[in-house]
């Protein structure tokens, strides 16, 4: 279980010294009013409870509705005037966020696509502290940040941040936005203007040390970081800031007495946007959800805990275990789509069929329009229902994740490998009908979380873009080897999928140490064949390199299947030439010789046709 501040030599938050505008007594807090910024100096009117402070800036922002907020931090993260969601930097146990010269998936980065026209602007607040029973208290430790451009080399900073210069040390300031664009109840902002630099991402990093990395962490309560337009009307451009490995805070409220929740009572409700390798793009909105972790990541891959092992157990959760893998870009807005587009939808273009060609050699045919995630069930087994996996029946789950050859265009034609036995081991009779059920995915999301205790509600993904009509999102996962109870009475096996909101454990122990996957698609098609296996003449793609102006002898009917193939019929005649070289086919093989012409360098590609020895049926395949 995670305590207060890891580091027990640490004595931030106690014995500090308060600037005499700032001080504050237990369970009190400043109510600033709107339109102040960096760089004046603020008097107390009144000391106020911290439910009066959340109740007066409620009531401010119901009665002025129409004001538009442009913020890209707090307003995300922390949406509620009474939410405390914390940038935790520096912290080794959270993947050293944001800490100077630290990891590549610890960087916050700011992406910049037009130097000249684009600038960044910068609001944070004083240090919190992380001590129990002053957690989350604002504390007058300094602490620079700087900015480092896509080479890493420092282009902004460093810059102190203290009892001085901090300018956005309420929930208000922050999640208004920068005055130049949201007007005077915005923070006054640090501005960095790329101008004349390199366009790509830059990252931010914080240390207690100017020009050198600190050894203790850093929680920042509020912040905002906005890239905007540059000119005399700036406007926000929302979707630029994104992490591989957010690493947050949420400060005990109680301090630690929640009856029910102990140190864990402030939930995180805050929002995020994943952007796959595939340009897929899914919502993740944690408001009400329950989720309370005190302090943890947030990361997402296309794996699961691992990378090592098989598929099924890479997506099982892990007990007492690290596994948060960090791949793809997490945004807190939709990623902006003018530098980060949406990929193309695709589909499962024939049925899957069992080819039984060699029966030492099975495989199940398909082919798609897209690159995906390509999973196999031959359902034997009907435990739970047609077409519905049971783990550890004579059920068989194949996987596969399909990805282009170089040079190769769609379709995209593949035969899965099966031992023609089923789940339990034993051998199939294919004379008889094989039910395949071939789901084709794309976008798809592993969300490994270590060590957040409580998931109350569950998680609710949304898909954003592209949207496929009619697709229903599920959520799947596979808690079988963690060893205590959910709490709720929910399964712990949900292979099969559930409809968000999903996954919500209410036992302390159930997610403490704890790597806890869930997964999803954002792109999912499933097609239905039950028929006796088949041996059919099928061609597959080939690929093939050389060195410069030597020629290369390409067996292209070795990922052939059919029992009766004829390389006698191997032809090009009709179908797609090679552009930057000759061809010429083995009469008897079939086997085809490229000759590159003098001096090419690069991709080529030509097609070929094959044919049973009766003439029919026929093929056709790209090298």
């Known amino acids: ?61 119901s009665l002025y509705p129409h004001l538009k907020i442009f913020a890209e931090g707090t307003k995300e993260l922390a949406p509620n005037p009474t939410d405390v969601t914390m940038i935790y930097a520096n912290e080794p146990a959270f993947g050293s966020f944001c800490t100077y010269d630290g990891p590549a998936s610890g960087r916050l980065y700011i992406h910049i696509a037009d130097p000249a026209n684009e600038q960044v602007y910068i609001g944070l607040s004083r240090q919190a502290s992380v001590i129990n029973g002053s957690d989350g208290d604002l504390i007058n430790d300094p602490y620079y940040f700087r900015i480092k451009d896509p080479n890493g080399n420092v282009v902004f900073g460093p810059q102190v941040i203290n009892s001085s210069t901090a300018n956005a040390d309420t929930w208000s300031l922050a999640a208004t936005g920068p005055a130049p664009v949201a007007g005077p109840s915005g923070y006054t902002p640090f501005t960095f203007s790329p101008s004349g630099l390199p366009a790509g991402d830059y990252y931010i990093e914080f240390s207690e040390n100017q020009n050198s990395a600190s050894a203790d962490e850093i929680a920042i309560k509020y912040w905002d970081i906005t890239v905007a337009t540059t000119g005399g009307s700036p406007t926000a451009i929302n979707g630029r800031l994104w992490t591989s490995k957010w690493s947050l805070r949420t400060p005990s409220i109680s301090q630690g007495s929640d009856p029910d929740y102990s140190y864990y009572d402030r939930p995180f409700n805050g929002q995020v946007f994943l952007y796959t390798s595939d340009g897929f793009v899914s919502k993740i909105d944690f408001n009400g959800s329950g989720f309370r972790g005190l302090s943890f990541n947030l990361a997402y891959n296309e794996d699961g805990v691992s990378t090592a092992g098989t598929f099924e157990e890479n997506r099982r959760s892990v007990e007492n275990t690290n596994a948060t893998l960090a791949q793809y870009k997490i945004f807190i807005n939709d990623p902006d789509i003018n530098e980060y587009p949406s990929g193309n939808i695709g589909s499962v273009q024939t049925s899957p069929l069992v080819v039984n060609c060699d029966p030492a050699n099975l495989c199940i045919s398909y082919a798609t329009t897209e690159p995906g995630v390509v999973f196999i069930l031959l359902d034997f087994d009907n435990a739970s229902g047609a077409g519905l996996y049971d783990q550890n029946t004579a059920d068989v789950l194949l996987y596969e994740r399909m990805t282009p050859l170089p040079g190769e265009t769609a379709p995209y034609e593949r035969c899965l490998a099966w031992d023609g036995n089923d789940g339990l081991g ?81 036992n302390l122990n159930y997610g403490n140490l704890n790597t806890l996957n869930t997964w999803w698609y954002t792109n999912q098609d499933t097609v239905i064949s039950i028929q006796p296996a088949d041996c059919v003449l099928n061609a597959y793609a080939d690929t093939a390199s050389t060195t410069l102006q030597t020629a290369v002898v390409i067996d292209v009917l070795a990922n052939d299947d059919g029992n009766n193939i004829n390389p006698g019929s191997v032809s090009n005649a009709g179908v797609l030439s090679a552009s930057s070289g000759s061809i010429s086919i083995n009469g008897t093989t079939g086997a085809v010789t490229y000759t590159p012409i003098a001096g090419f360098v690069g991709f080529d590609s030509f097609e070929y046709v094959v044919c049973d020895v009766g003439g029919s049926p026929c093929d056709t395949a790209q090298v």
């Open 426 to 506: 034993n051998p199939v009779n294919t004379s008889n009908p094989v039910p395949v059920y071939l789901t084709y995915a794309q976008g798809m999301v592993h969300f490994p979380v270590y060590d957040v205790e409580y998931n109350v509600n569950g998680y609710n993904v949304t898909p954003v873009r592209p949207l496929i009509s009619g697709y229903v999102q599920k959520i799947f996962y596979d808690d079988t080897n963690i060893p205590d109870s959910p709490g709720n009475g929910a399964a712990k096996d949900m292979v099969n999928g559930c409809l968000p909101a999903c996954h919500a454990y209410t």
């Open 1 to 61: 279980m995670k305590g207060y501040n890891p580091k027990s030599s640490s004595l931030k938050g106690q014995g500090e010294k308060w600037h005499p505008d700032r001080r504050t007594a237990p369970g009190a807090s400043y109510f600033l009013p709107s339109g102040k910024g960096a760089g004046e100096k603020w008097h107390c009117f009144a000391l106020c409870p911290r439910w009066l402070v959340a109740l007066l800036v409620a009531l401010f922002l």
